[in-house]
């Protein structure tokens, strides 16, 4: 028996235990010191009322003989594609219900959807990006190629005329740079693929914190995005569901490489390693994606683009920085040429701010911070006013 | 961009669909008829009252910012490791925590175990057996070689002196044929991994159908198994939880292949392709194994074991049969010689019995038929009685 060879290939990525492992050293050698952790990407919660009822309900029903409901559809309830199908109509998206596959987490899709591709389909992964697409593609013994995103590009790398890839992984607005991709941006990529036959895996995870109306939150809000591009979503920044784990990936009817549909393909490898979703879970994101429940969503997404705000104003007197609007990230230049880790340092002993050095999400992170808007107001407000001590 | 070719090679399984259409077939020809639905591997429910309760209470907690869980572990919280961990020690079987995995479900895990392990690797997979084990090593182009499983080895193949393997996949009690491995057979095949390197995958999800006390109900009751064996489970048939999605994974810490502890590898699977199971469904997992939900719990499997003994009473009247004790499933032989859909037809047209052929299990299982035994007593008497006329 021999191990999977490719696992000698992933990139260990010691990042965020390398900074929860300096934040303790620190915080046990200064007892009295009190800590901003703006390094956290999870959301403070609480989840809906709404939707917290609605689970309560379902696990109930289940209770109940006649409200029993035991293995679900593959690929999703009715009742929550339809709900998914409506929000799309509201972005300005024509989706389907029968487009929409339910998963548990965009993260299992973004790793699982290398399964249709052949194992020598070039990969082209941003850089800085989310590493779970690179750890993923190295796993499978698939070539990874990058596209630099820089300062230069505003972090929103376009194609070229040399550009070559048969997959290409977008995130927008992007984690961790919070850059988002304009309508014109989109239509480079769309235009791209569907003249060289790639396909593009979009991850809009972070769509929700769009308000500026000239970005698109859905990459179908964009022509000819339906037969070339598979999009990844989620209801853990929406709707605080990073702990209830339900996202949705959508397969245009469209989307046809090879003479098959990829939606087909994509059901039957779900029939084979996947069982569906838990039903008082898809019956907590229906209730998200209901008027209550989006309302009280919004109060949470708004609370947190108003904390993005305030970081960036503070940041934005001595460093360039991106994101901190259309997204929950700034993503800020180090001062005086500091390496990632040296600021990291330095705003954990001088400042007492936890923030995550961006040279852990590839090369081009380098020299470049991230921190994110999910903490409390209280501790916003008090880490702006340290980081505006200078 | 080229699509993976093995879809190619994965077996289209019609079985389900096409039972499904026949029947529905015959119903719409004779509306008055009442069918009874023998076919059926799903739980009937309800849900342990205790589970619901954890669920409702979880998904409360949820709600308030103070109990609000954003991302948990990758592998499961600790709460519901140590309540498996319990679990295993009133079986007779010594599991630690930290080797066990939580999952949404054993299926997910059947299929993504093979990220372990090198493409090349053999994989030696019962005939019959549930599917997913053949089509998710054809997906990842992985060779598969089949262990017959006759009567004449009471379908429990044993290793030979012939046999080669990297990977075996055992079932039991097995799926489709409620044949039960007794402490011996376990030993062989450990003793066939432990000596040729090969990894045992036991796949246990029926192992609370096990009420003879001389056969194992984990394959770590078996000296030697922590080298060789990974063990999957499920609280869909312990606990009705096909709808509410969990499982676990037992990696045990002396499992090493190359020089690497294969739940070290698993982990760093884990957190690039998962990001673990939904808390309030982990509360749930927690409530089953608790005094009050395995109560529950245990009325339930009681209850369906009732039925199989009726239904095996009745069919061993006239025909052969396995399974119908320790496990759900009754495995007949169809009369007369007759072929897995040609019984399957006098069964729907004749006895208005809906089964499922047991070619749809693989070349071994055509000339029998799989009965289970979770519908109602009600319709488990009706179908003993409608057998029993001939």
């Known amino acids: 028996m021999k191990i999977n060879p490719n696992f000698a290939s992933m990139e260990r990525n010691y990042l965020f235990a390398e900074v929860a492992a300096k934040t303790a050293a620190y915080q046990a050698a200064h007892p009295d010191q009190r800590l901003l952790r703006m390094g956290i990407g999870d959301v403070a919660g609480p989840l809906p009322q709404a939707v917290v009822e609605a689970m309560a309900a379902a696990s109930r029903e289940m209770g109940r003989k006649e409200g029993f409901r035991g293995y679900g559809p593959y690929e999703g309830y009715g009742f929550l594609r339809e709900a998914i199908s409506a929000y799309y109509a509201d972005l300005g998206a024509q989706v389907d219900p029968a487009e929409i596959y339910v998963n548990d987490g965009a993260k299992s899709d973004a790793g699982n959807l290398g399964d249709l591709f052949d194992r020598d389909n070039l990969c082209l992964i941003p850089d800085p990006v989310y590493p779970v697409y690179v750890d993923a593609n190295r796993l499978a013994g698939r070539p990874v190629a990058f596209l630099d995103a820089t300062p230069e590009n505003g972090f929103l790398p376009l194609p070229g005329p040399e550009t070559r890839a048969d997959i290409v992984y977008l995130c927008s607005p992007n984690n961790p740079t919070g850059a988002a991709y304009d309508r014109q941006g989109l239509q480079a990529w769309v235009d791209f693929a569907n003249r060289t036959g790639a396909v593009l895996l979009y991850d809009a995870a972070y769509e929700a914190f769009i308000t500026d109306p000239g970005l698109p939150r ?24 990073t702990g209830v784990r339900c996202g949705y990936t959508v397969f245009p009817k469209g989307l046809r490489r090879g003479g098959q549909a990829l939606g087909e393909l994509w059901l039957r490898r779900q029939a084979t390693k996947f069982n ?29 683009l108003e904390n993005a705000a305030i970081l ?25 040429g500091m390496g990632s880790w040296e600021y990291f340092d ?28 999910f903490g409390s107001r209280e501790d916003v407000l008090e880490a702006a006013e340290r980081l505006g001590r200078g």
């Not at 879970?281 to 209901?290: K, L, T």
């Not at 104003?313 to 997204?327: D, E, L, T, V």
């Not at 330095?346 to 808007?373: D, H, S, Y």
Request: with cysteine; aromatic share 14%; hydrophobic share 40%.
């Open 276 to 304: 569906g979703v838990s039903y008082p879970v898809q019956r907590g994101a229906e209730a998200a994606f209901g008027k209550e429940g989006l309302a009280q969503a919004r109060q949470a997404v708004k609370y947190y």
């Open 218 to 241: 859905s990459i179908y809000q964009v022509p000819g995005a339906k037969s070339c591009a598979i999009e990844l979503c989620t209801l853990s920044k929406l709707a605080s569901f």
């Open 312 to 336: 960036a104003g503070a940041i934005g007197k001595f460093a360039r920085y991106w994101g901190g609007k259309n997204s929950p990230y700034i993503w800020m230049e180090c001062p005086k």
């Open 346 to 373: 330095f705003l954990l002993c001088e400042k007492q701010i936890v923030a995550t050095p961006g040279a852990g999400f590839g090369r081009n992170g380098e020299g470049f911070l991230r921190l994110t808007a």
